[in-house]
Nanobody, 119 residues
Framework: QLQLVESGGGLVQPGGSLRLSCAAS????????IGWFRQAPGKEREGVSC???????TYTDSVKGRFAISRDNAKNTVYLQMSSLKPEDTAVYYC?????????????WGQGTQVTVSS
């Protein structure tokens, strides 16, 4: 059974950093596209970043230069390193997996982890 578990969220001050983890079980993560998404209260879910099986990476414009996605194949885990955090980054962050590409409709999701950026 394919399962994704996010962790690493929390409360951080503006300008701070957090590293989110997306641990996979039941499948080999490096064979999938893994996306990070977020949803703030009252807003639609948006794609934040994605890494393909070939390690191509994409970022939404608002996080370029501040966030970095990476993968540890030995740990079957994808990370999202978030720096220079802003209050508008506050959201529940989800990771998702798809066997095809970052452009597909992701059909396997984790439960989410809350990130709050506030002083």
């Amino acid at each position: 059974q394919l399962q994704l578990v996010e962790s690493g969220g929390g409360l951080v001050q503006p300008g701070g950093s957090l590293r989110l983890s997306c641990a996979a079980s039941g499948f080999t993560l490096k064979d999938y596209a893994i996306g990070w998404f977020r949803q703030a209260p009252g807003k639609e879910r948006e794609g934040v970043s994605c890494i393909t099986s070939g390690e191509l990476t994409t970022y939404t414009d608002s996080v370029k230069g501040r966030f970095a996605i990476s993968r540890d194949n030995a740990k079957n885990t994808v990370y999202l390193q978030m720096s220079s955090l802003k209050p508008e980054d506050t959201a529940v962050y989800y990771c998702a997996a798809d066997p095809d590409s970052c452009l597909a409709d992701f059909d396997s999701w984790g439960q989410g982890t809350q990130v709050t950026v506030s002083s």
